[in-house]
């Protein structure tokens, strides 16, 4: 009975590290196709942030078929995923670099750092007069102390180019990303709320804890210290789970750089008897209900789903209220609309048609608004005018204008008759 128990219990323990290992493969390669065939954004970081979430999905997937027992899939496996390990580091400096310099395509120059994974294709190519491989010796020391630990000969190269070089392209690419971070002062930003600094520096401290925890293993066989390879496994895969769901719950933080917008060159074909609907949550935008030969004609030229220029007029409204970017006397439209990650026509059509106004005086809604709720608490210390200032108008003439355009009266006469409908 007590032995039953244990084979249960092993059982057990076996099909739960299955389970959560397979999540998370299917949502790196989820991750990674989606970010492959996303036409959005900046095309080469979405490319290089694939590789490394397709590198990562390999790892995890040889480790989740090699504790299962199909040990025969790993000559295959090594010899497709092991360029991608050596090429992930560069990967991963470069997107740090493209990010930082707002790169766009990758220079001649850049490409030399994807030597070592050409070199490390030369080596898992199973050449004719390469003695053969003892894949079982191989996959042993590979269950037990993981890919970096090989120290059976692997391929063309000897053997220690699996467990020297490797590990030195991790620390050398790693400290190179933290350098180029620290050097570009972006962690010293006055705006906390700057998704693109938190972005990435998210992402470097995540790919920090991951890059050591795979040393881990080294640096304990050199103290002979008993290595559980299961317990990394199992420990990288409920991290990676809690990162990914994360994001999924948070898309305005990883919005533009992780979740990318993917345009499959659908055709939309809108019923011209159809209206669409407001939006009534909360924490949307009330869109503006338009005719629906305008909203058709609209859809067609700009080629998004009304779904998405709902979710345009979501991310606009945050960025707006959250960062109070209208407090900014030289705020213009661009700038919402880099902050954002969108194109800045389809910013001003968000704007004009589903917000209602344009830009200049749903900026100056804001301001007014700012104004009302800070005057009462320091007009016996400041002034109307260095209150409107302190609200982001750049003078009293604009300041005036935008009040009696929006309240339809100036501001001394509208605070007298409020006060009149206050008065018994």
């Given amino acids: 009975m007590l032995v039953n128990n244990k084979v249960l219990s092993s059982v057990k323990n076996m099909q739960l590290l299955n389970f959560v290992v397979g999540t998370t493969c299917f949502f790196l390669l989820l991750f990674s196709v989606h ?48 360029p991608l390990y050596f090429a992930a580091p560069a990967c991963f400096y470069l997107y740090i670099k493209g990010f930082i310099h707002n790169r766009k395509t990758l220079a001649w120059d850049e490409w030399l750092h994807f ?24 996959t042993k020391q590979f269950c037990e102390n993981g890919y970096l630990s090989l120290h059976a000969k692997n391929g063309l190269f000897p053997s220690y180019f699996q467990y020297i070089v490797r590990p030195l392209l991790i620390i050398s690419y790693l400290a190179l990303s933290w350098y180029a971070v620290i050097r570009s002062k972006i962690s010293e930003r006055i705006n906390i709320d700057d998704p693109g600094r938190n972005w990435i520096l998210f992402l470097l401290r ?79 935008l009330p869109l503006r209900i338009l005719p629906p030969e305008v909203t058709a004609l609209t859809q067609k030229k700009l080629n998004l789903p009304i779904q998405q220029i709902s979710l345009y007029a979501v991310l606009i409204k945050d960025a707006m209220e959250k960062e109070q970017l209208y407090l900014q006397p030289d705020l213009q439209i661009i700038d919402v609309a880099n902050l954002v990650n969108i194109p800045v026509h389809h910013c001003s059509y968000v704007i004009n048609n589903h917000i209602g106004k344009n830009f200049r005086d749903w900026i100056n809604s804001y301001r007014i608004d700012h104004f009302l709720k800070e005057y009462p608490l320091q007009r016996e210390k400041k002034t109307i005018e260095a209150l409107a200032k302190e609200s982001g108008f750049k003078s009293q003439a604009t300041f005036y204008n935008a009040f009696k355009k929006e309240k339809g009266a100036m501001p001394t006469n509208y605070f007298l008759k409020n006060q009149a409908d206050r008065s018994p």
């Fill in 206 to 284: 995540v790919a920090t804890f991951f890059q050591l925890t795979s040393l881990i293993p080294i640096v304990l066989r050199s103290m002979n210290i008993p290595i559980y390879n299961t317990f990394f496994i199992i420990l990288n895969c409920i991290v990676l789970l809690v990162i990914l769901m994360y994001a999924l719950h948070h898309p305005h933080f990883f919005y533009g750089y992780l979740l990318v917008a993917t345009d499959w060159n659908q055709k939309d074909t809108l019923n011209k008897s159809s209206v669409p609907k407001p939006i009534s949550d909360d924490n949307q």
């Fill in 35 to 82: 970010l492959f065939f996303a036409k959005k954004g900046n095309r080469r970081q979405n490319m290089l942030l694939s590789a490394l979430f397709f590198a990562r999905f390999g790892q995890i997937l040889t480790s989740l078929l090699m504790i299962s027992g199909h040990q025969n899939s790993l000559p295959l496996l090594f010899q497709i995923f092991v």
């Fill in 115 to 138: 030597l070592p994974a050409l070199l490390a294709v030369i080596h898992v190519i199973p050449w004719p007069h390469l003695a053969p491989l003892n894949w079982d010796i191989i």
